[in-house]
C-alpha cells in the first residue's frame, strides 16, 4: 500500500522531490441521487464517520452512494431471512433456497469491496494513520455489528 504525505512525514521519510504534496480534495461527499431514507441514514452516518478520520472527501459521493444502497439492501432481505428464514418451499412442496438469501450475500459482496477501499476492515486500515485510539475506534463497533 502507497504511504500517504503525511505518513512520510511522520515517518520522517518525505522527500519533496519525491513526495510533492498528496492532491486529496477536501470536503463532505453528497449522494450522487435521491436516497431513500434508509439509505441516506447508511450515507449520513458513514459519510460522517469517514470523513472525520479523513478517509472520503467530496468526491466520493458515487461509491458512498453506492453502499449505502447496498446496505439498505442487506437490511432488508436481512429482514425477510429473519422473519421468513432461509429456506422456501415451493408450489410442489419443495425446499429451495429463499430469494432474499442470494439478494443479502450479494449485498454483502458489495458491501465488503466498497468497505475496503475505504479501510473499513482491519486488514484494510494496517498502514492507515487515522488519529484514532483502537479503544474508541468506531469502524471496529460498524463492522462487529455488520455481522450480528
Not at 23 to 32: A, K, L
Request: proline share 5%.
Amino acid at each position: 500500500m502507497k504511504k500517504s504525505t503525511a505518513q512520510h512525514h511522520l515517518d520522517g521519510t518525505y522527500r519533496a522531490d519525491r513526495h510533492g504534496e498528496d492532491n486529496i480534495p477536501t470536503g463532505t461527499p453528497r449522494p450522487s441521487r435521491k436516497l431513500s431514507e434508509a439509505a441516506q441514514a447508511h450515507f449520513d452516518r458513514l459519510a460522517d464517520m469517514l470523513t472525520s478520520h479523513k478517509l472520503c472527501s467530496s468526491v466520493d459521493g458515487d461509491a458512498l452512494t453506492i453502499l449505502a444502497e447496498s446496505w439498505e439492501i442487506y437490511d432488508l432481505a436481512q429482514e425477510q431471512i429473519s422473519e421468513h428464514g432461509i429456506i422456501a418451499i415451493s408450489a410442489k412442496d419443495l425446499p429451495y433456497p429463499a430469494p432474499w438469501l442470494g439478494a443479502r450475500n450479494k449485498a454483502w459482496e458489495q458491501i465488503l469491496k466498497l468497505m475496503r477501499r475505504f479501510g473499513m476492515t482491519p486488514t484494510d486500515r494496517t498502514g492507515i494513520d487515522c488519529g484514532v485510539d483502537e479503544e474508541d475506534d468506531e469502524f471496529e463497533a460498524l463492522f462487529k455489528r455488520s455481522l450480528q
